[in-house]
C-alpha cells in the first residue's frame, strides 16, 4: 500500500506570494492533519479534516487554511506569506476513528522557504 | 502553551547502551501517547504507543514507562544501534473517534545520537 504523498517536496517563494500544498493520504484514510515543523517551535498541529470538514483547527492565522476533497486528497493554503512561514509542512492520514490506536502515518514533507 | 515537555533536547550514547528520553504533560484529558521516530529528510514514524491505563508496554528493543500520577512517560532504548540515531518526539493526544479526533500534541523532540 503506498504511503501518504506531498506535492511538491521542495517550495521556494517571496514574502506576500501565497502557496498551496497537497497530500495524498494513505488508500482508505478518511482524516487529514497538517503540521508545521520548525527549529524553534517544533512540531505544531494546524488542522484536521475529516470527511471534507474541518473538525480540528490549531492556533495559527487564519492566513493558514486547508480543504479536504472527496477523494480525501487535502490541500492547505498560506496566503501573504511571511518568512516566519518557511518550515517543513507535514501531512498525515490515518482512518479516523475506527479504534483507540488510530495511527497517524505522516507523509515525507514539504519544505517550504520564504525569502 | 506547550502542553507535552520533553528531555533532554539532544543525547549520546555508546552502541549498546540505554537510551532514555522523559516526557512530562499537563492535560489530564490526554489519553493515548505515542513515540515517533524521525529520521532527515522523512516524515515522523510511529514507532510505539500507550494508553495510560498500562504502566509499561514493550516492543522488542523499546519500551515506554508511564507514571500516570506523575504525568509523566518515558522511553527507553536497550541495546542502542548506530542506526537508531535519529530524532524522537514523545506525543499525546486527548480522546479519539470521529468526535474527538486524531489532533497529535509533541514535545519538543530529542536528537538522539549512536556512537560505533
Known amino acids: 500500500k503506498a504511503g501518504v504523498t506531498q506535492t511538491p517536496r521542495y517550495l521556494i517563494k517571496t514574502r506576500g506570494q501565497q502557496v498551496t500544498l497537497s497530500c495524498s493520504p494513505i488508500?482508505?484514510?478518511?482524516?487529514v492533519s497538517w503540521y508545521q515543523q520548525t527549529p524553534g517551535q517544533g512540531l505544531q498541529f494546524l488542522f484536521e479534516y475529516f470527511s471534507e470538514t474541518q473538525r480540528n483547527k490549531g492556533n495559527f492565522p487564519g492566513r493558514f487554511s486547508g480543504r479536504q476533497f472527496s477523494n480525501s486528497r487535502s490541500e492547505m493554503n498560506v496566503s501573504t506569506l511571511e518568512l516566519g512561514d518557511s518550515a517543513l509542512y507535514l501531512c498525515?492520514?490515518?482512518?479516523?476513528?475506527?479504534?483507540?490506536?488510530?495511527?497517524?502515518?505522516f507523509g515525507p514533507g514539504t519544505r517550504l522557504t520564504v525569502l | 502553551q506547550q502542553q507535552v515537555k520533553q528531555s533532554p533536547q539532544s543525547l549520546i550514547v555508546q552502541k549498546g547502551g540505554i537510551s532514555i528520553i522523559n516526557c512530562a504533560y499537563e492535560?489530564?484529558?490526554?489519553?493515548?501517547f505515542p513515540w515517533y521516530q524521525q529520521f532527515p529528510g522523512k516524515g515522523p514514524a510511529l514507532l510505539i504507543a500507550i494508553r495510560p491505563d498500562v504502566s509499561e508496554k514493550k516492543e522488542g528493543r523499546f519500551t515506554i514507562s508511564f507514571n500516570k500520577s506523575a504525568k509523566q512517560f518515558s522511553l527507553h532504548i536497550m541495546d542502542s544501534q548506530p542506526g537508531d540515531s535519529a530524532t524522537y518526539f514523545c506525543a499525546a493526544r486527548r480522546g479519539w473517534g470521529r468526535a474527538s479526533g486524531s489532533r497529535l500534541t509533541f514535545g519538543e523532540g530529542t536528537q538522539l545520537t549512536v556512537n560505533p
Open positions: 492535560n489530564t484529558a490526554f489519553d493515548y
Open positions: 488508500s482508505g484514510h478518511r482524516s
Open positions: 498525515a492520514s490515518s482512518l479516523a476513528g475506527t479504534g483507540y490506536t488510530d495511527t497517524q502515518y
